[in-house]
């Protein structure tokens, strides 16, 4: 039991710091990006077709990109920002890269569900676009957006998993390393249970806060 303990304990907090700050940088790059994307589509607020566009397809691509190529390809931005490619804070970058993108296109989504009546009521008492975004759309969709944080952590965490192939650290390294490479079937299944588990808490704590701010409730 101390001998999982000393291995898996590190790992635990490696894995959350991943996934916790990833997943913000996420949010403070997709929100915005959402909110764009949502004002400048046909009939937007701020209808700008080609801004729109350009947004779409880059947004499509990283989307697109598979998160171990990804990895490998930001290696020299990691370098950069972190000193290394390798390691707990080098992952955060390729995480944040390839959530944001998930994040821009979930919250477009949630803004186009908003009705738009209330936006045309904040219209006719002479809100300004900015008054609309913020007190308007955001407020709106903020159960939406809790569920979609909800859900970027919870693929944030599988992606994390998978960053311990490349030397990144947390419950996926030492899953690789000792379950896999070592063949040590309790490390390995201790690792699977702990990664549901977390899985598990950020599905539940998200469902509830969505609940306690969602008005149809």
């Known amino acids: 039991m101390d001998r999982l303990i000393s291995i898996i304990g590190p790992a635990i907090p490696q894995t959350l710091i991943m996934v916790f700050a990833s997943t913000f940088i996420a949010i403070v790059l997709g929100l915005p990006l959402g909110v764009i994307l949502t004002i400048t589509r046909k009939d937007g607020l701020c209808q700008n077709l080609k801004i729109y566009s350009v947004l779409d397809k880059i947004i499509n691509i990283l989307r697109s990109f598979p998160f171990i190529i990804l990895v ?19 992952m955060i970058i390729p995480l944040s890269i390839s959530a944001a993108p998930f994040v821009a296109r979930l919250m477009e989504g949630y803004f186009n569900q908003i009705d738009k009546g209330i936006i045309e009521a904040a219209k006719s008492v002479g809100s300004t676009n900015m008054q609309i975004i913020t007190r308007v759309l955001i407020p709106e969709a903020m159960p939406m957006i809790v569920n979609g944080i909800t859900m970027t952590l919870i693929n944030v965490v599988g992606y994390s998993a998978m960053a311990g192939a490349i030397g990144g650290g947390g419950l996926g390294d030492i899953a690789i390393r000792y379950g896999y490479q070592m063949r040590d079937e309790v490390i390995l299944w201790s690792t699977v249970v702990l990664i549901i588990l977390i899985v598990q808490i950020v599905q539940v704590i998200g469902n509830r806060i969505e609940k306690k701010i969602d008005r149809r409730f």
Request: charged share 10%.
């Open 72 to 90: 490998i390809v930001v290696f020299p931005l990691s370098r950069i920002l972190v000193g290394k490619a390798y390691g707990t804070a080098a």
